[in-house]
């Protein structure tokens, strides 16, 4: 997959390589801005039980 991309890019090694890095950090930013906040809420992970006593760990 990555080859495909590479080879389907634009330009010398350099212009292919700050292309990629622009398309990496693009992909980044939609992560973090669209798509994490949205599945935030489906996840599981502030669903925290805790059972025992205090200083149980002891």
Same mark, same amino acid.
């Given at each position: 997959m990555y080859g495909w991309i590479w080879r389907h890019l634009p330009g010398n090694a350099w212009v292919r390589? $700050? $292309?990629?890095l622009v *398309?990496? *950090?693009a992909v980044v930013y939609v992560? =973090?801005?669209?798509?994490?906040?949205?599945?935030?809420?489906? *996840?599981? =992970?502030?669903?925290?039980?805790?059972?025992?006593e205090e200083g149980a760990a002891r």
């Amino acid at each position: 997959m990555y080859g495909w991309i590479w080879r389907h890019l634009p330009g010398n090694a350099w212009v292919r390589a $700050i $292309i990629s890095l622009v *398309l990496v *950090l693009a992909v980044v930013y939609v992560l =973090f801005q669209y798509v994490f906040p949205w599945a935030e809420p489906l *996840l599981p =992970f502030n669903d925290v039980t805790v059972d025992g006593e205090e200083g149980a760990a002891r």
